[in-house]
Each structure stands twice: as structure tokens, then as C-alpha cells.
């Protein structure tokens, strides 16, 4: 993109290329990544603000100079630029509260400002984060003991999904406990931790060396969720509540110990085998 451009629009063919590269991804889209002739962190710093009809949030819309694809896109834009809302064609502009509009269309993470007044506030916060992060580790957990060649290292990922399973269900009970909604919020670092461990389960090499690359893989995913579930339960026990705090400790206790059995494989057996 030429230096000089400014805050022009992009042209309708940098536009297509950017809806292009924005179908191939997924919900795990790296803003630092380079689109196919330019940097998309640059892109966006580059663009005007982007009006969209309230009305219209639910679908792909059609902006002059510029079409995004909302569910796809304005998540990463919001990041980056003003978006403003309007009641409907033709009607003054308005401030929108963006985080209590993503409430009312129930659309969890889809902006990326938050306020938290209340301790409280934030302890919900991290239990629906940790509640993305445990489903998304029922998803990729069978994928590593399928990759696995150690029958230990394959067992103890097998173990460890039913416990994650069993993860999901606590923090429900909590959700109850607490009067909230079972609702996600994108855990950012567990998308990235497990971006990361896919590229392990496409490599190809020597077997005990790919089994210590899943194991180093699987206990950063861990260290993440030992500090997740220390920091709620504590917040757990400094609100009173000492049902969470306990059922959060659970938890905690069973990802610690997962964490060490994957040492011990790695130690005993795994990493002796790669050297």
C-alpha cells in the first residue's frame, strides 16, 4: 500500500482481496499476520470510520466504499477504529454503548472493550473466559492423543479430556450457583495456545520428538489454566463465596496434577526417547 494513502477508502480491489482473506479464517484471526499484498494491522489504522445501521448488525452489510463481513471482520476493526451506530437510514448518529448492544443480540466477544466496577464483575468475566478455554480443550485434546505415539502420553491426554469434560460441567454449576448466564467469552490465549499446538499436530518428524513437542504444547495450555483458575478462586473466596472457591480448587488441583503427570512422562520416558 503506497505510503501517502491516508485515510482515503481502500480500492474496491484491496476491499476484495481484504473479503477474501477474511473467508479463509476462522475465529482465531492473528491481526499482526500480513494479508496476500498488505498488512492487515496497517489496513485497518488506514480506514475511515465505518457507519453501520444498527439493524443491519445480524448480517453481511453493505457500507459505501466499503462491504465487511460483520460477524467475520468487525470484531478485528473494533479493535483498531471508531465504529458508530445508527437507529436507521437517514437518523442522526448516536453513542452506542458497544458492550450493552453485544448483550442484547447475545453476540459474547464481539467487541473488545470492557469495564469492570465491581470485583464481582470480574470474577464472572474470568469464569466465562475459563468456560471458552475448557470447550475449546474438548476439541483439541483428541486431536493430541490421536498424534501421540507414547501409549502414556496417549492415556493421559485421553484422561485428561474427561476431566476437562467434567470442567465444563463445574463451571456450569458455578454459573448456577452464581445467577449468571452460561455464556463464552473468547479466551484470546487459549486460541493462541492451541493455534500453536496445531502446528505440532502437522509436523512430521521423528515420533518421540513430536511427543515432547505435544507435551510441550499441553503444558502450556496448562500453566494457562493454573493461573486462571488460582486467580477466580481467589476472587471466589475474597467475595465469601466458598462454594465456588471450592469447586474452582477442584479444578485447580486436577489441572495441577495433570500438569505434573506430563512432566513425569516427558522425564521418564519421552524425552530420553528423543535424545
Known amino acids: 500500500m503506497p505510503a501517502d494513502r491516508g485515510t482515503a477508502t481502500p480500492s474496491n480491489s484491496e476491499v476484495d482481496d481484504m473479503g477474501r482473506w477474511a473467508d479463509r479464517e476462522t475465529d482465531a484471526v492473528d491481526t499482526t499476520a500480513p494479508c496476500p499484498t498488505f498488512s492487515f494491522k496497517e489496513w485497518i489504522k488506514r480506514l475511515p470510520p465505518i457507519v453501520l445501521p444498527a439493524a443491519q448488525l445480524t448480517r453481511p452489510v453493505a457500507v459505501p466504499g466499503l462491504r465487511v463481513r460483520v460477524f467475520k471482520l ?3 476493526l473494533a479493535r483498531h477504529m471508531r465504529v458508530s451506530i445508527t437507529r436507521g437510514p437517514g437518523e442522526d448518529l448516536e453513542s452506542v454503548n458497544l458492550k450493552e448492544l453485544s448483550k442484547r443480540r447475545k453476540i459474547m466477544g464481539l467487541f473488545s472493550s470492557e469495564k469492570f466496577e465491581t470485583l464481582k464483575e470480574l470474577l464472572e468475566h474470568e469464569l466465562k473466559d475459563l468456560y471458552d478455554a475448557e470447550q475449546r480443550l474438548t476439541d ?5 492423543a490421536e498424534k501421540a505415539t507414547n501409549p502414556s502420553l496417549k492415556q493421559a491426554f ?30 484470546d490465549a487459549m486460541v493462541g495456545l492451541i493455534k500453536e499446538g496445531s502446528k505440532v499436530l502437522d ?3 521423528d515420533s518421540n520428538v513430536l511427543d515432547a513437542a505435544l507435551i510441550a504444547a499441553a503444558q502450556r495450555a496448562e500453566h494457562y489454566e493454573i493461573a486462571a483458575y488460582g486467580t477466580a478462586r481467589s476472587f471466589a473466596r475474597q467475595l465469601g463465596n466458598e462454594y465456588v472457591a471450592e469447586l ?20 521418564a520416558a519421552v524425552n530420553p526417547a528423543a535424545t
Not at 485428561?160 to 448466564?181: A, D, M, N, P, Y
Request: aromatic residues 4%; contains cysteine.
Open 203 to 205: 509436523a512430521e518428524g
Open 74 to 76: 468487525l470484531s478485528h
Open 248 to 267: 474452582l480448587q477442584q479444578t485447580l488441583d486436577e489441572e495441577k496434577a495433570a500438569d505434573e503427570k506430563l512432566t513425569e512422562i516427558a522425564e
Open 140 to 144: 483439541a485434546l483428541p486431536k493430541f
Open 158 to 187: 485421553q484422561h485428561h479430556l474427561g476431566e476437562t469434560e467434567k470442567h465444563v460441567e463445574r463451571l456450569e454449576s458455578v454459573f448456577e450457583q452464581l445467577g449468571i448466564e452460561r455464556d463464552r467469552e473468547t479466551c
